[in-house]
């Protein structure tokens, strides 16, 4: 039958396509997928962490061949995989201490090296592990330009040791270090905290990006390409924290989404410290529409509405719709 | 698309007077299926659950659900674009 009508929807959010060949898959909706971080780890309901582990991991395991050596920070994701004596991971995986990994993963890949061998190394931790406690290791691998890639799982806080700030909170969100108190609560003051992916881009490394749990085929092309590339590389990985966050297990993925949406968390990519590519909102939501899921924020609805806050917190999504041009139409890069 | 009787037809018999949909275009109009309350192998289950405690069965066959792994977060049921999944408590 000849027609230019088209239902078929092959730019699709789905984990799977059955629309798309198979080489054009994603890696999760493969049957043959590594599991990296395999079922039975200790992780809460709705883990958005583990969650992006398997997905970047899984699609690194792919682009290397299952020639992979995970090292990893201390943080949620080293507790609730690897209480010892058990592991859920499913390939050589190595932790030392929270600030050390790029350092333990320069070894690693400074072995390879002098052994010879293809083997490829990865390196991954939470926020607190890369922006605060393990920034100095991490400054100086993209400084060396080691042959390592870095993935930051970003939940927004210390997490595992019971949800304090970290140089990756937002902005107005409660922690139990920022508790929100007196007539006008706050939560976590604004002006603070740092933006770690555009560090690296200051660091002149290969390969820096942000991703998020909530577009899949963004995150395995991300993470595949960073794969193709050698020397020091960045992955900024958004992934909801149902416990920290006070969210709905269920709405891990939702969360995310409207993090993307909202312009509260930018998804771009750079290459030698220049952007080369962002993933465009579909669909622009007030930020109140994120913040309101979420029980870190609630003292921001709570008699008086706090508007000013708001208004304010919708002020830095704004700015970085405008800074990384998140309405114009995708970015030819990914 | 479809058949239509002619006018005199009409007011002569009692025939059906729009025919139905032949094998092509019913399948055309198939496209436009939301499948709702259908599984259709979109995968998302299987891609978003954290603790990987949902099995492909393979083409045709959707998914099993390991219990012994699953936290209940529900996950697979908020994305599942079309409501086959549901998310019921456990009696005890």
Known sequence: METTIKFYQTDTFTVGNRLLSEAERS????????????????ACQGCGEALGARFAVDAAMRAAGNDLIACNATGCLEVFSTPYPESSWQLPWIHSLFGNTAAVATGVAAAQRVKGTKTRVLAQGGDGGTTDIGFGCLSGMFERNDDVLYICYDNEAYMNTGVQRSSATPPAARTATTVPVGQHPNGNVFGKGKSVPLIAMAHEIPYVATASVADLRDLEAKVTKAMSIHGARYIHIHVPCPLGWGADPAHTIKLARLAIESGLFPVFEAEHGEITGHRAIREQVPVEDYLKLQKRFAHLFRNPKQVEVIAQLQAIADRNIRRFKLLEKRGAAV | MRPVLDIIRRQSTFDEVVGGLDESNALFEARRCLSCGNCF??????????????????????FAFNYDYCKGCGLCAEECPCGAIVVELEEK
């Open chain 1, 27 to 42: 890696v999760q909706a493969g049957m043959q997928r590594t599991n990296a971080l395999n079922s039975g780890h200790r």
């Open chain 2, 41 to 62: 192998e979109c995968d998302n289950c299987y891609g978003v659950c954290p603790d990987s405690a949902v099995i492909k069965l393979g083409a045709g066959k959707r």
